[in-house]
Nanobody
Framework: QVQLVESGGGLVQPGGSLRLSCAAS????????MSWYRQAPGKERELVAS????????NYADAVKGRFTISRDNAKATVYLEMNSLNPDDTAVYFCNAQWTVAPRAYWGQGTQVTVSS
């Protein structure tokens, strides 16, 4: 019944910006650590960024640190990923992940394609 719906993916120019959104439903959003993962063709899935339940703590992969910002709006049950200074290496399918903080249970979004190309 839990649903994570992503939006905002698409084609963007190198150096450009893109904002991804992930709207959650049928879960107590504030109880979940939210993360963004990505998987590029032929590569392993990697954690991009995570944000704690209240937004007080964030973590970023070295490859995106300083360029990407994860945020959340618990009232809207939505997590965001602001991506700046995009380069072709950022091209991947980006997945939203919700990890329950009470027990080992997690949910995934369907993924949204981000393509950085001129």
């Amino acid at each position: 019944q839990v649903q994570l719906v992503e939006s905002g993916g698409g084609l963007v120019q190198p150096g450009g910006s893109l904002r991804l959104s992930c709207a959650a439903s049928r879960l107590t959003f504030r109880q979940y650590t939210m993360s963004w993962y990505r998987q590029a063709p032929g590569k392993e899935r990697e954690l991009v960024a995570s944000i704690s339940t209240t937004g007080a703590s964030t973590n970023y992969a070295d490859a995106v640190k300083g360029r990407f910002t994860i945020s959340r709006d618990n009232a809207k049950a939505t997590v965001y990923l602001e991506m700046n200074s995009l380069n072709p290496d950022d091209t991947a399918v980006y997945f939203c992940n919700a990890q329950w903080t009470v027990a080992p249970r997690a949910y995934w979004g369907q993924g949204t394609q981000v393509t950085v190309s001129s």
